[in-house]
């Protein structure tokens, strides 16, 4: 073949090398993959009959001490976290029950509709053992959001609000002792990928504060993937 | 004027034991001084600059410090360059002698002029293509960054924050590589020669305004790493307010850039209407030197809002004005105003030196006159006056006087009464010609067949309830690629191929420019056909990451982007390979009637001996020949 050819398709390889090696190199800064699966827990009455149950613990943490950042809280000490990870695995038809545990204060939502829940059975959640339907727009700290279309059939959104921990109730240091505690169920639809984030603005003061940990996964954000058993 | 050429080589190396200072600045003096005046600065603003005010809603520090340490870069930059020599001669009284002049034209410094502040507009022409092709792979690579992100559904390949980042650069590279990919290099080396000249009528502004662009690159790459633009291309204010520091090197960029397109244009303008050839009167006048005159005198008027806009988003970050956030009595919409009166036109400036190009090629292909010259010129003015009053069409939805959106829709739509003429004359140039196939000659075809579907989906656009529904969706990404890229980078890319004997001394390998062609084209348009769909479909543009329901389109688009990029590599492939150990061209290899064929390869630094006198039209093909 003619020279020149070959070297045009050198080039071609060559770009594309260059491409793929930044591409990598940008790719890899983002945080682990690592994916926290439900645990089973038997089975549940629910309004679609009898499902598989699993649960699911989480936390959120005013700071990235905790979680998956390590003991030194990562690169952002200081950003806002979920933890342990942030990205989880739950069954397909089965009912599944999340307990957060929340560390952090809070304040106004941008937008009340968070803070109603949706998508649980009932459209409820339990806020320290109590029932409840909403929560006080003025005081959240954290929102779990499930949304997405997994396909052009399937969709999930469920979402939840995390009352803040009032100012009074958080130590100078450290994290408080007596967290809120929210659980909630909800029952999943076909397989598919969805993604999570939180809906309070509790970003690092830039654009708007949805900037930083609200717009980096392993943070306020990560993968929710539900699985054929 | 040969007294020039014989001049003895006196002025560099006579006194060898102390170089005058304007003999010693060159690119790297000016990265050098750039980069330590960039530190110092950064110093003495975060010693000096008082602290944020506890509490109060803006935070300005960070912002302040960062500005002030760009602008140390910028003017240490400008000064290692050599940029200040001649004003401050000038305000000492004592301008440039004569020796210093030639040396400042280049004059017997081979390779070496390329890198200094060298006022010949032939050596300013090839550095504006160099630095186009090093733009187009910058934005090219972070284009293919986000065709890989997109490459299936659900995102999470590049954090959200970093993907909107390499979005907004890519766009805003593009846009400044696109405006300068005709005028700078075509504008400078070729024009000149084909109106008969000898030099640009400033040809110290012409190097100001080259290593203005090579000042402003820097800010805009390391906005990367204080946190990324996350806006898009267009930096709409509040949500520019409110971005991380990365924001600040897009801010530097467009000021620095914005200085850079008002002396080229500036410069360019006089040069056409003071300095052609006797006897070329207008109606002799190439029409490709309508386009860049069209292109940059719209920019003229345009730019400085666009300079505006860039520095009161730099004032309400680092000093806490409230030009543009509602709660110190500013307006958002004040700011969507400034960027798309600028805005719209800027896509002119970007079109019009492309077809013009195109139509300077078509009669040397087809060899016939180009079809009604009249009827362009009548486009071309139209274009550019009906193009400053559409702006916003790019606004219908923010809300912004609800009552003007009727008004705009028809000025908007009017516009494609000066683009068919366009069209026509180039059909009309091509019709019953006898082909002469080239590449340039294929790049005539393509230009119509995209510029026809980026030209329709924007009457789409114009239309006020259809845009409620597209807006902000790919869909509107497709139009202005098929207008940006299919019609616009397809005149530059054929451009290229056409002068690139007379810039190099070399043929364009045809072989190359061949399957480049094929493989941009085709790659392109079934990208962007995939990306229509998409966003007919609802996807919104600007999203890391989207549902299944996208996922062919968006693996279509990707695959044929893939092609795009092999195209464009091979391409510099053959602008490397040609320009070191191309086929040695003639003096006139395409048979063409303009002045710029007549000098003889390389052009002498004066250009003519004798300055050539227009007796006819450039298009003097006559039948005969078809
Ligand atoms: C017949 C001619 C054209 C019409 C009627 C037209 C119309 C429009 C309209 C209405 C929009 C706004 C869409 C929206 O944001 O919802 C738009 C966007 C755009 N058009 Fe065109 N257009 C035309 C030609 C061009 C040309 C020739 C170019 C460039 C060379 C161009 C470049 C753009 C760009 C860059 C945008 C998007 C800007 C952004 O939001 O990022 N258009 N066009
Ligand atoms: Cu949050
Ligand atoms: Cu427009």
């Known amino acids: 073949m003619n020279k020149r050819l070959v070297a045009a398709l050198g080039t071609v390889v060559l770009g594309g090398a260059v491409i793929a090696g930044l591409g990598t190199y940008v790719a890899s800064a983002k945080n682990d993959s690592r994916v926290l699966a439900a645990t089973p827990a038997g089975t549940m009455e629910t309004p679609q009959g009898k499902l598989p149950h699993y649960t699911l613990e989480m936390a959120a943490y005013p700071d990235s001490m905790a979680g998956s950042h390590g003991k030194d809280g990562g690169v952002h000490a200081d950003w806002v976290t979920y933890g342990p990870v942030t990205n989880f695995q739950v069954p397909a038809h089965s009912a599944i029950t999340i307990t957060i545990k929340q560390y952090d204060s809070g304040a106004r939502l941008n937008n009340d509709f968070f803070a109603t829940v949706h998508g649980t059975i009932d459209g409820t959640a339990t806020i320290n053992g109590v029932a409840v339907k909403s929560v006080d727009p003025e005081a959240v700290g954290h929102t779990f959001t499930v949304h997405g279309l997994a396909d052009a059939k399937s969709s999930l959104f469920v979402s939840v609000p995390l009352p803040a921990v009032p100012d009074e109730k958080l130590p100078p240091t450290g994290y408080t002792t007596n967290p809120t505690t929210v659980t909630f169920t909800f029952i999943t639809g076909d397989a598919g990928d969805y993604v999570w984030n939180c809906e309070y603005p509790c970003g690092d003061g830039t654009t708007a504060r949805f900037g930083g940990p609200m717009s980096t996964q392993g943070y306020m954000a990560g993968n929710f993937h539900v699985v054929n058993a | ?626």
């Open chain 2, 1 to 626: 004027m040969t007294t020039v050429l014989d001049h003895p080589t006196s002025a560099p190396g006579n006194s060898a034991m102390k170089r005058p200072l304007i003999e010693r600045l060159n690119v790297f003096t000016a990265f050098g001084l750039g980069i330590i005046s960039a530190i110092v600065f950064w110093y003495l603003a975060r010693t000096f600059l008082p602290e944020n005010t506890e509490g109060s809603f803006i935070k300005t520090r960070l912002d302040a410090v960062t500005i002030i340490a760009m602008l140390g870069w910028f003017f240490g930059f400008m000064t290692g360059i050599g940029a200040l020599i001649g004003p401050f001669r000038w305000l000492l009284g004592k301008d440039l002698d004569h020796d210093e002049s030639m040396f400042y034209a280049g004059k017997d410094q081979g390779i070496k002029r390329y890198f200094r502040y060298t006022t010949d507009h032939k050596v300013v022409g090839i550095q504006y293509l160099v630095i186009t092709i090093i733009i187009f792979f910058v934005g090219g690579t972070l284009a293919m960054l986000i065709r890989m992100n997109l490459g299936h559904a659900g995102g999470g390949w590049l954090q959200p924050q970093t993907y909107n980042a390499i979005v907004g650069t890519h766009g805003i590279v593009m846009i400044v590589g696109t405006i300068i990919m005709i005028t700078g290099p075509f504008g400078n080396f070729i024009m000149p020669i084909m109106i008969g000249a000898r030099d640009m009528a400033f040809p110290r502004l012409n190097a100001l305004s080259f290593w203005l662009i090579v000042a402003a690159i820097p800010p805009m790459l390391s906005s990367f790493f204080f946190g990324g633009i996350s806006t898009g291309w267009s930096a709409y204010a509040p949500l520019a307010s409110q971005a991380p520091p990365g924001m600040d090197g897009y801010i530097m960029f467009i000021v620095i850039f914005a200085i850079s397109t008002m002396v080229a244009g500036a410069n360019i303008t006089t040069t056409v209407v003071k300095m052609r050839a006797k006897g070329m009167t207008w109606n002799r006048t190439p029409i490709f030197i309508y386009g860049v005159v069209a292109s940059v005198a719209l920019a003229l008027p345009v730019f400085p809002l666009f300079f505006l806009s860039q520095v009161m988003s730099a004032m309400d970050r680092a000093v806490g004005s409230t030009f543009y956030d509602v709660r110190g009595g500013g307006s958002g919409w004040l700011y969507e105003n400034l960027f798309w009166i600028m805005g719209h036109p800027e896509v002119y400036v970007i079109l019009i030196p492309a077809v013009a190009a195109l139509m300077e090629m078509a009669p040397v292909f087809t060899r016939r006159p180009l079809f009604s010259f009249n009827t362009a010129i009548m486009g071309i003015a139209g274009i550019s006056g009906l193009s400053i009053l559409v702006w916003a069409h790019h606004m219908y939805v923010t809300g912004w006087a609800p009552l003007l959106n009727g008004p705009f829709m028809l000025t908007t739509e009017l516009i494609s009464i000066p683009t068919g003429m366009l069209f026509l004359v180039l059909i009309g140039t091509l019709w019953r010609g006898r082909l002469w196939m080239t590449m340039p000659t294929a790049s005539i075809y393509a230009l119509l067949w995209n510029f026809m579907i980026g030209g329709i989906t924007g009457i789409y656009l114009s239309d006020v309830p259809v845009d409620g529904a597209l807006h902000g969706s790919m869909f509107v990404t497709a139009h202005f690629h098929y207008t940006l890229m299919g019609a616009g980078l397809t005149g530059a890319l054929a451009s290229l191929v056409f002068w690139f004997p007379k810039m190099t001394g070399r043929m364009f390998d045809r072989r190359l420019s061949w399957i480049a062609f094929w493989l941009v084209q085709i790659g392109f348009n079934v990208a962007f056909i995939g990306m229509f769909l998409v966003g007919l479909a609802g996807q919104p543009r600007r999203v890391d990451a989207y549902a299944a329901l996208f996922n062919q389109g968006n693996s279509v688009t990707t695959m044929a982007a893939y092609s795009i990029m092999a195209g464009m590599l091979v391409l510099l492939y053959g602008v490397i390979s040609s320009w070191t150990n191309g086929a040695i061209a003639p003096m006139n290899p395409w048979f063409a009637k303009t002045l710029d064929w007549t000098v003889p390869n390389p052009v002498p630094l004066e250009n003519f001996e004798v300055l050539p006198v227009v007796t006819s039209d450039p298009y003097g093909y006559g039948k005969a020949q078809s």
